[in-house]
């Protein structure tokens, strides 16, 4: 088989199995690895195909545009719910330090915290603060930065700063992408240094994540599985990704 006609091949499969492995590639087409990377790059160059670790997907699953947050809001809903209900038995006890992350189920949580439990909350996500402010029993911090159009959320190297000076006991954070093989991603390398700032920050970090953002990758990794502690879900994990992800070291709540 000429090189070309292997390629398209190698596209076609892709193209119908969603997601294969370079491994699995080499032993469909019975060559090695290093051919099947430069075969990829050749296919990616041409938009047929996106590497993603350890394989490639179809150019059309990884999409690199962020939803609006309003747009992000509104899917899912009752899976996010459930979500910021069950990350409360993930709170630490009261007068402890938490940071909030920017997204469209960490807000449900910060609407839920129970007004008998005092914390300190710090936050980059203006509607997360417009959220607490003005609660007696939230001490609310709002992180400087420019602040994104698409995630109403403050990023750059004032977020960063002040983050880098700061010892929270628990972070929420939320993800645009999950995966057991590469770990949290989200499409913006702003914020992706923001959220590996919260990641860093904090004692112990929790992601909520509904199970849509399971097994997706987006191209800028912020945080691996060894720097998380527990993962709040929904029913919609699958026994396979759950099994990965616990192998993995990872704590599951499923809500």
Not at 54 to 59: E, F, N, R
Not at 139 to 161: E, F, I, K, S, Y
Not at 207 to 236: C, N, Y
């Amino acid at each position: 088989m000429y090189a070309e006609e292997r390629q398209q091949a190698m596209a076609q499969l892709i193209g119908q199995e969603g997601r294969l492995s370079v491994a699995h590639l080499a032993g469909t087409f019975e060559v090695t690895t290093e051919t099947v990377r430069r075969d990829l790059s050749s296919l990616e160059r041409i938009g047929l195909v996106r590497r993603v670790h350890g394989g490639a997907v179809p150019s059309s699953s990884l999409s690199v545009i962020e939803s609006a947050l309003g747009e992000r809001d509104q899917s899912n809903i009752s899976a996010k719910d459930a979500i910021a209900a069950a990350a409360l038995g993930q709170l630490p006890p009261p007068a402890s330090v938490v940071v909030i992350d920017a997204g469209s189920t960490t807000v449900r949580l910060a609407a839920v915290l129970p007004r008998e439990h005092r914390l300190s909350v710090v936050t980059h996500a203006v509607p997360i603060a417009a959220r607490l402010a003005g609660l007696p029993h939230i001490d609310l911090h709002l992180l400087p930065g420019r602040v994104r159009p698409t995630t109403h959320a403050a990023v750059g190297t004032d977020t960063v700063a002040a983050l880098a000076e700061l010892r929270a006991d628990v972070a929420f954070v939320a993800t645009n992408g999950l995966s057991a093989e590469f770990g949290l991603t989200t499409p913006d390398r702003d914020e992706a240094a923001t959220k590996r700032a919260i990641v860093a920050c904090a004692r112990r970090t929790v992601v909520l994540a509904d199970s849509s953002k399971i097994g997706v990758e987006t191209p800028v990794r912020f945080a691996a599985l060894r720097d998380i502690d527990v993962l709040v879900t929904d029913s919609g994990i699958s026994e396979s990704d759950r099994t990965s992800l616990e192998k993995a070291g990872l704590e599951v709540v499923v809500a």
